[in-house]
């Protein structure tokens, strides 16, 4: 679908790692050229026309993230990317609310920008944190969720989808779990963002993380989406210039949120490109997408199977990630021989070390799929793995 | 594709399938050293066993991909018997000639094998963590950087 769109697709790649980034159509690239070329200046500061169009454009990406979302506009915090919102998080609302003795819980799925800040903060402040497993499909059980809640859980940090075994989690229902127990709901939608569905009201969820690399936006930007009434009582963990009402030798009075969480020059040309790529994707429509992808998916699962000795970890998942291994050769091996080929898939432990640990599995190939993607790719992909065990040929 | 190449390949996927001296040591006169590949998750803990200044045994522990372990099974082979001046020269070679630099092939026997490594950039890392850990655990880890 729409592979004009995209100048990368014109370069001699296969490309399937969608899940680590992707690509970018011309309507990205041009918004960003556009501002360094035609209104390059900076937001709020000043009474010229210039910063005013560019503060007014700035904020209508803030708007489109927004309803892309189903958030208020306030609730829109822009950050460097998934792994700095959550760090946000942690640093802030996380410090304010956790005392010793509180327990924390993440599933042994998470991406280690999921798990590392919350070790971290519950390192800090003589906290517990809890692991809770997940299903064969990377996704948190509701029941067994519960299992693991009490009293003393102040805050659960989950991923909307998986990004080793694509599972999609069920938030509307863990986040009525968790808040049946006062309890707050952190999402790590860095690939949630894309494979599923996201409404923060509908679902009720009190933080929502996301980076723009990952939805054929810009590097350098992202989303932390936080409920108003908690983004209020949060502390700003970085100062500077923007985030001030007033400012004077004896005290400084913060703005409001979202500005008191965005200090110094934001990366607007990178924030344009957001908000072009929410547009673009608009335009086409996330559930064709969405649709296109699975469609793709499953062609590609029902080759992939015909492959000797092939393992597919995660073959009903609703993404377009695939997991899989061929026993014999290690996973760097494969990627490495599918590289040869110009075909880009991702081996490794996918930041993901305690979920792969849990599984015995040391390093895993992985497929992810996005809506620019073909059959035809699909046939090349399968085809040079018919000839994997034939690798060390193939590598040299 | 000329005789040496298949040849090389025979050696690999040799390596790979009966890596030599690979176990674990118990004995506490061998210097251990344990190193992570951080961008890939493979890992290798070698043993290795002076007397004399000279390299008397090696073995090791490893979890990896092809031209990891077979890296380490032909570097085995290749540094027991050695002074340690002559395994570092050998270790030198190795690393001019997956970099595509100078190197002396007699030097480096079975090794020349992994020479194709030098056109598959991201895997140098893969092929030279067998010598980075045996240079760890003699003490001399930043001595080939």
């Known amino acids: 679908m729409n592979r004009e769109d995209f100048p990368m697709l014109k370069e001699k790649y296969i490309y399937m790692n969608n899940a680590s980034t992707t690509f970018k159509p011309y309507a990205v690239l041009n918004a960003m050229n556009d501002y360094y070329m035609h209104y390059n200046a900076n937001t709020n500061r000043g009474v010229d026309s210039l910063g005013y169009l560019v503060t007014t454009k700035f904020e209508e990406s803030r708007e489109k993230v927004a309803k892309f979302i189903n958030a208020n506009t306030d609730e829109i915090v822009f950050t460097r990317g998934t792994t700095d919102s959550l760090n946000l998080v942690a640093s802030s609302f996380g410090k304010m609310i956790l005392n010793e003795g509180d327990e924390v819980i993440v599933s042994i799925a998470e991406h280690h920008s999921n798990f590392i800040p919350w070790q971290m903060l519950c390192k800090e402040k003589n906290a517990k944190l809890v692991v809770v497993n997940t299903l064969e499909d990377g996704t948190v059980s509701p029941t067994l969720l519960k299992e693991k809640m009490n009293d003393k859980t102040k805050i659960v940090a989950l991923n909307h989808v998986s990004n080793t075994m694509g599972g999609i989690n ?48 810009p590097m350098g930007v992202g989303v932390l989406y936080g409920k108003s009434t908690l983004l209020e009582k949060m502390n700003p963990i970085m100062f500077g210039g923007e985030m001030m009402d007033t400012v004077d030798i004896e005290c400084t009075v913060f703005k409001e949120h979202p500005y008191k969480f965005e200090a110094g020059t934001m990366m607007i040309p990178e924030v344009l490109g957001l908000g072009a790529a929410i547009d673009y994707i608009n335009s086409i429509g ?111 | ?137 003699i003490g001399k880890e930043d001595s080939n950087e």
């Open chain 1, 286 to 396: 996330l559930d064709k997408m969405h649709n296109y992808v699975l469609e793709l998916k499953d062609y590609l699962i029902d080759k992939l199977k015909k492959i000797e000795n092939i393992k597919i970890y995660n073959e009903n998942t609703n993404s377009g990630i695939i997991s899989f291994n061929i026993e014999g050769i290690h996973a760097h091996d494969i990627a490495s021989m599918l590289d040869k080929k110009n075909i880009i898939v991702r081996a490794g432990y996918h930041c993901a070390q305690p979920l792969l640990d849990s599984l015995n599995i040391q390093a895993s190939a992985r497929i992810s799929l996005a809506f620019y993607n073909t059959k035809e790719e699909c046939d090349k992909l399968v085809e040079a793995l018919m000839k994997a065990s034939d690798y060390i040929n193939e590598l040299f």
């Open chain 1, 170 to 217: 069920n938030l509307k229902e863990l986040s009525s779990v968790i808040h049946s127990y006062n309890a707050y709901f952190v999402v790590d939608g860095a690939q949630g963002i894309l494979n599923g569905k996201v409404d923060v009201k509908d679902m009720d969820i009190d933080f929502y993380a996301f980076s723009s690399h990952k939805i054929f936006g």
């Open chain 2, 1 to 137: 594709m000329n005789y040496s190449d298949d040849m090389y390949r025979e050696i690999i996927l040799d390596h790979v399938k009966n890596p030599r001296n690979k176990k674990k040591i118990e004995d506490e006169r061998y210097l251990k050293a344990y190193l992570k590949n951080p961008s890939c998750g493979d890992d290798v803990l070698i043993y290795v066993l002076i007397e004399d200044d000279k390299v008397k045994d090696i073995s090791y522990e490893v979890n990896g991909c092809s031209i990891c372990v077979s890296s380490v099974s032909i570097m085995s082979e290749l540094l027991i018997g050695e002074t340690l001046d002559k395994a570092l020269e050998i270790i030198n070679n190795f690393n001019n000639m997956v970099t595509n630099k100078e190197y002396d092939e007699k030097l480096l026997k079975e090794a020349i094998a992994l020479k194709g490594v030098a056109n598959l950039l991201p895997r140098i890392k893969c092929a030279t963590l067998g010598y980075k850990a045996f240079l760890k655990a």
